[in-house]
């Protein structure tokens, strides 16, 4: 199949075009409804040219035009519809072909497989490459919608969210069950015969009697017995079954769950140096994680939404999707690697979870300002802003009073800078009682960070009217969240995996930013009957 480019800006009427038979009181309803403005404005915006890669450089079959495989999936996002649904709505609503341009085709050009093919293409291609040619699309849509409102770039909000992943929470029983049993599965299913005393796992009603018939002393006996299986199975499959991922799901678990101990497994302990957040919470996806925030536990993957906001509306022009112990900081890191540098300068407004002196650094590099309105952890000290760092914050120049220190140095693993001063000039400073010095016979010493003096600045900050009006402006992005879980269904998607889930992320922003690009051109009383070229 090779790649043909859509020409959105032109499509010839054909005489049986669905469009000509419309009444003037249905264009006007069509001039008022999401159509109008998807097919005026966004369609022929999408960029088609960094799909070409999805396809043979070969004259053959010409593909599904992509603006439309790409505008059909978030028209999907946008009315929760499912595969199916879009495929019959292009068929025989008006407004679907409207927005995507088809009115003229004699033929729709989706079929029941068009979607999830296009899908399966991009997915292949970043594992590949790395390079997300959805998240790309709906970025650069994004801004264009940007653009469009009118809306100050300059000034940002950030703000991230757990995901669920669409799985069961196992208990260990059940995830080392699972892991055995689909190994053995696959085993007899190629026609190889299992190991005598394994048969069992290809028994359908197996699984509830392990697991669920099964008195809770007796679990420590059951997990052992299944360890045993365990080792028995994974002997038997060496080398063969190297490629299949069950087996190498099988050797990921009894890693990250057991100790092998002369040939014998036993369950990891925390004597045994505990388990990381990696580990497989389901094998049905291997990407999800564990966190736990705020009390809760979260098993799937955290999200990070940069949004731009004004008079006019506000447009999520940046978003990224990871397991769910990345850290905030990290997102912030990746994001201002992502904006470069900045010649009229941004302002970004977070939480304290977004900090670090390295996204700092980076962010005066890039002539960005971070602005954290709710700061974690404890107070510092407020004379610690004062004290004057070299650049590489790892000797102290000047305290507050301006007297260099006697002697210092410098603690790599704490960041911290330990520095002597001359009792004279302690014993007599106005600051003493502020700074508090630890005293000794001959000097005053004083442990203070850069980390510190940051933190006691953004301290500073927090009663003056600008900082009051970023909190207030922050507190806009808390609402994306809410959207996404309550109108999109971010914790119910139907498809798991980090590189799909990121994939369905994407095209769900899509759709909530055009839905507020919709309403403000409906705000402008821009309603006028569509015209046809």
Not at 45 to 71: H, M, W
Not at 446 to 461: C, F, G, L
Request: hydrophobic content about 35%; overall charge neutral.
């Amino acid at each position: 199949m090779s790649f043909k480019a859509n020409n959105a800006e032109y499509q010839q009427m054909s005489m049986m075009d669905s469009f000509s038979g419309l009444t003037p009181r249905e264009l006007k309803f069509l001039g008022k409804s999401w159509a109008r403005y998807f097919g005026d404005y966004i369609f022929p915006k999408i960029n088609e040219t960094p799909f070409a890669v999805l396809y043979s450089s070969k004259d053959s079959r010409p593909n599904c035009p992509v603006n439309i495989q790409v505008g059909a999936l978030m028209l999907k996002e946008l009315n929760g519809m499912s595969d199916d649904d879009m495929l019959q709505a292009l068929m025989f609503d008006v407004r679907f072909q409207y927005a995507l341009h088809t009115t003229a085709y004699d033929e729709q050009p989706l079929s029941d497989r068009t979607l999830g093919r296009f899908r399966e293409r991009c997915a292949s291609y970043e594992t590949a490459t790395g390079k997300d040619l959805i998240g790309d699309a709906i970025k650069e849509l994004s801004g264009q919608m940007a653009e469009m409102m009118k809306i100050d770039r300059s000034l940002k909000r950030m703000d991230s969210m757990m995901i669920a992943s669409n799985i069961k929470k196992m208990s260990r029983l059940e995830l080392l069950y699972t892991v055995v049993a689909n190994m053995a599965k696959e085993v007899s299913e190629s026609g190889v015969e299992l190991p005598e005393g394994l048969e069992h796992y290809t028994d359908s009603g197996d699984r509830n009697v392990v697991i669920y018939h099964n008195r809770s002393e007796d679990t420590a006996d059951r997990i052992s017995k299944i360890l045993d299986e365990a080792r028995m199975l994974k002997d038997f499959c060496e080398p063969d079954y190297d490629e299949s991922s069950n087996y190498q799901m099988l050797l990921r678990v009894l890693q990250e769950q057991t100790v092998d101990e002369n040939g014998e497994y036993r369950l990891r302990t925390k004597e045994d140096g505990g388990m990381g957040s990696n580990i497989v919470q389901n094998p049905s996806d291997p990407d999800a994680t564990f966190r736990e925030k705020a009390g809760r536990e979260h098993r799937g993957y955290a999200a990070n939404v940069l949004e731009s906001s004004g008079e006019n509306g506000s447009i999520i022009e940046d978003f990224q999707l990871e397991k769910n112990n990345y850290s905030d900081n990290a997102f912030l890191k990746d994001e201002l690697e992502a904006l470069g540098k900045q010649q009229n300068g941004v302002t970004i407004v977070a939480d304290g979870a977004y900090g670090g002196c390295e996204s700092r650094k980076l962010a005066e590099e890039n002539n960005v300002t971070i602005v954290n309105t709710n700061l974690t952890g404890r107070e510092t000290e407020d004379i610690a802003a004062d004290f004057i760092f070299s650049e590489d914050g790892t000797s102290v120049l000047f305290c507050p009073a301006g007297h260099k220190p006697k002697s210092g140095s410098y603690n790599k693993t704490t960041g911290q800078c330990a520095v002597s001063f001359h009792r004279e000039h302690c014993e007599s400073c106005p600051f003493k009682d502020k700074c508090r010095p630890k005293e000794f016979k001959k000097t005053f010493k004083k442990i203070v960070s850069v980390k510190s003096k940051q933190r006691a600045i953004q301290q500073r900050s927090r009663n003056t009217d600008d900082f009051k009006e970023m909190s207030h402006f922050r507190n806009g992005v808390e609402s994306v969240p809410s959207i996404l879980r309550r109108k999109y269904h971010v914790d119910k998607m139907p498809v798991r995996g980090l590189i799909k889930v990121r994939m369905f992320f994407a095209f769900k922003i899509g759709a909530l930013n055009f839905n507020r690009f919709c309403t403000y051109m409906q705000g402008l009383g821009s309603c006028a009957v569509p015209a046809k070229s």
